[in-house]
């Protein structure tokens, strides 16, 4: 509660600068960041950080798509899920059933905010990746891991990689109801993997959080030792 109530008066003191400029600083995004975490979906956010949340919102529906090239998306779970095993056998994967796949988080930087995906490795050249964009929420095919891998990697049974998949199409439209954060957070709730370790090297991942949802807490263990995906990665 202490720490709450400090970030609280920091958010009065820090967000109020938004109004008056076009754009937050680092230290603003940072606060807001800093403020959902400890309120991890406990509290009302303060009307202070109103403009700051605006601009955010903008930004996201404007200026951050990650899907540059026209990259094929299969407009269902189902339909993707065929076409992952498709891609896997053409990659030399005989039974793609009874075999691991290599998963990341990825990140790209932008000047004021983060974009993040998770990217499955279904063989040489062929990677899924899993995004919410404003060209749609679910999966992608690419020829390579996009941008800058964080945090541990991670390996999926097909099973796995059909829940992630699955978990990747969310409903509604994107800057309304969802973002790039929105679909990671539930991919990786899918996978039973708390996401502290990868969300404290995103920027506006926690905002986004309370923004677009998930706002309620996973309860999944952030000790990578714990979780199934990754015990089963290779040393």
């Avoid at 076009?22 to 959902?36: F, G, I, R, S």
């Avoid at 075999?99 to 993040?116: C, G, K, M, N, P």
């Avoid at 969310?170 to 969300?199: I, K, P, Q, W």
Wanted: hydrophobic content about 45%; some cysteine.
């Amino acid at each position: 509660m202490r720490s709450l109530l400090l970030l609280l008066a920091l958010a009065l003191t820090t967000a109020c600068a938004t109004s008056s400029e076009v754009e937050p600083d680092a230290a603003e995004l940072e606060a807001l960041d800093q403020w959902t975490t400890v309120a991890d979906g406990k509290a009302d956010l303060p009307t202070s950080w109103h403009d700051l949340v605006t601009w955010l919102e903008d930004f996201y529906l404007n200026q951050m798509s990650a899907i540059w090239d026209d990259q094929e998306h299969p407009r269902t779970a189902p339909a993707a899920i065929d076409r992952a095993k498709a891609l896997a056998r053409a990659a030399g994967i005989v039974n793609p059933t009874g075999s691991l796949f290599r998963a990341h988080v990825q990140r790209l930087r932008t000047e004021y905010i983060d974009h993040s995906e998770v990217n499955i490795v279904l063989g040489p050249g062929k990677v899924l990746r899993l995004v919410g964009d404003p060209k749609g929420a679910g999966a992608f095919v690419d020829s390579a891991l996009f941008e800058q891998s964080i945090g541990t990697p991670l390996c999926l049974t097909w099973a796995e990689v059909e829940a992630a998949i699955r978990a990747s199409y969310v409903a509604g439209a994107y800057a309304a109801d969802f973002v790039c954060h929105t679909v990671t957070e539930n991919v990786m709730r899918a996978l039973d993997a708390g996401t502290h370790s990868y969300a404290s090297q995103v920027r506006t991942y926690a905002a986004a959080r309370w923004i677009w949802g998930p706002v309620v807490p996973s309860l999944n263990s952030q000790d990578p030792a714990d979780w199934a995906v990754s015990r089963s990665c290779p040393n």
